[in-house]
């Protein structure tokens, strides 16, 4: 993100203990409700089993001020204690940037998004059409659907699919044999040309969560767009020569990278099985070198969100020493607890948003 746009790290809890969090944190910024440009509700079961209470929980602490909200399935919380159902992750800009309503309400999709500094935030969107579930079974007829619902909310910004600079999606457990088939949508749907005259697919992060946000939903996919040129950003990983998305994605002054975690690039193979601080060292180093190839070093790293396995929850604060050697103490940190990951070995992925100074 810019560094005139407040990002914190999420603030967990209750719903009511969350939101307040949150309008906290940006007042310690100087911002207030009305520079909010996208919230993220990292939900447990709970949370979700007792959605209007998170939405009430949200009318106090935004007022009447539209907003895009990700709401993103976590399997749980780390750290807070016990009774954390629900993170919230806010983003503010001075004055909320400019609001482009899409659609009126469909269920969760909310229909508006805002821009702010050439960053276009957008809601999360479900395989929900307000009425029920769609395409259900269907693990890529609904990945499709996601990624089409997301072209509706661009067009009203005047712009299309090849303004995506990042996706991530989150799926069940079950669909990791079939996770695969979601690349004919992506190849058809996402991609564009960059500046520099050459292809361009946004970076992305695929993370297993074993309760869907919506009943029947198979996935639930949130993206985030620009504005400005885009330029892929790739260490030299021939590995991204035919995959639908790319390590990095320069947009303007931001640097949005895809999920990392512990894979070696040249053979695509796991390492550093069920080793939390080999995967995390390997993992971060991997960032560093697509923060090189941009121009950029660690400091650069503005936000970081770290899912990790519940096998390796209890470990993760043992990570601290190790990502401040690499990013310093300026990144915001999110983390939560997913269900897995793509790779059953991988215990850590993490998603890095860098600025150019």
Known sequence: ???DTARPPAVAGTAEQAYAGAVASL???????????????YATAAALADYPRVERARAAALGDHRVPVATVPVEALPGP??????????????????????????????????????????????PHDGDGPVHEGDFRAQYRYCLERVGDLLEAAGLGLDAVVRTTDHTAGATRAEYPRCGRPRAELLGGTG???????????????????????????????????????NPGW????????????LAGRT???????????????????????????????????????????GTAVTHLVEYITPGAAADHDRLTGLRRAHFGD???????????????????EVVPTAVVA
Do not use: N, W
Request: with cysteine; aromatic share 6%; charged share 15%.
């Open 1 to 3: 993100m810019p560094r």
């Open 27 to 41: 007042a310690a910024a100087g911002l207030g409700p009305a520079d909010t440009v996208h919230v993220v509700e």
């Open 81 to 126: 204690g016990p009774g954390a159902e629900l993170a919230v992750e806010p983003t503010a800009f001075p004055g909320g940037g400019d609001l482009v309503t899409a659609h009126p309400d469909r269920g969760l999709h909310r229909g508006a998004l805002r821009v702010a500094d050439g960053i276009v935030h957008l809601p999360s969107v479900h």
């Open 195 to 233: 500046a520099d005259g050459r292809p361009v697919h946004p970076g992305a992060a695929g993370i297993l969560t074993d309760h869907p946000v919506v009943p029947g939903a198979m996935v639930s996919l949130t993206a985030v767009a620009s504005t400005a040129p885009l330029r892929a950003v």
């Open 238 to 249: 021939r590995r991204y020569d035919t995959l639908t998305y790319k390590p990095g994605v």
């Open 255 to 297: 640097l949005f990278m895809s999920g990392f975690a512990a894979l070696e690039p040249a053979t695509q193979k796991a390492v550093f099985d069920g080793d939390l601080l080999a995967q995390a060292e390997f993992t971060y180093a991997s960032v560093t070198a697509v923060l090189r190839e941009a121009g950029l070093d």
């Open 330 to 348: 300026a990144p915001a940190l999110t983390s939560v607890v997913c269900s897995a990951l793509l790779r059953p070995e991988f215990l850590i």
